[in-house]
Every structure is written in C-alpha cells, then in structure tokens.
C-alpha cells in the first residue's frame, strides 16, 4: 500500500490537496464576483435594481415618471418585484461561478 494511500488507489494526502486548492479558488471566485453586478427591472424599466456577486444592492434607480404620491403602493411593488429579481439574478450568477469550481456538483453550505 503507498504512503498515505488506502486500498483500491484512494489517496488522502491527494483529497486535502484538492480540497486546499478549491478553497482558493472560491475564494478568488469570491473577491471577483463581489465585483461583478447583475440588474433587474420592473415597470417597464421605470425601476432599475444593480446588484453584485455578494447579494448586496449596489444602486436603485427611480424613473420620476413612475412617482405619483397618490400611488405609493405601486412604486413600493415596483421596486420589491426590481430587487427581488435583482437577488435572484445574482444567485443565479454566483450558482454558475460555483459550478465552473465543482464541476457542476451542487455542494451544500457554500453559498
């Protein structure tokens, strides 16, 4: 049996190894989606919502069409429905980062 091996060629000191270097990688991947954005809109793009890889909102935009205050109502649905889909949009970029580091395996607890 080799040196840090098991039967039928599992080696352990490979496993660490490999797990060492996808720990970089997602932390690599980490600092370059934080820096990467995603947008939403609402309304016809009256709302624009930018959000980036760490699910933090990075701007708003309100077209002042869209500011009737006799319709608050309507522009707070505005702007929940642009954000909602802004955060949605990012865990859809941060899943495919993910997947480009695993391979596609869905590893639970990493994001």
């Keep these: 049996m080799a040196k840090g091996g098991f039967p039928g060629g599992f080696n352990i ?51 002042p069409d869209v500011v009737d205050k006799d319709d608050v109502e309507m522009l707070e649905d505005l702007v929940l429905a642009a954000v909602n889909q802004a955060l949605r949009n990012a865990e859809e970029m941060i899943a495919s980062e993910m997947a480009k580091i695993t391979g596609g395996l869905n590893i639970p607890g990493l994001f």
């Excluded at 060492?20 to 932390?27: C, P, S």
């Excluded at 980490?30 to 933090?56: D, F, I």
């Design 13 to 63: 000191n490979n496993m660490i190894k490999q797990a060492q270097q996808m720990q970089e990688e997602m932390k690599k991947m980490q600092e370059e989606l934080a820096q990467k954005t995603v947008e939403a809109t609402s309304g016809g793009g009256m709302v624009k919502v930018v959000a980036n890889g760490r699910k933090e909102l990075v701007s708003i935009e309100i077209n």
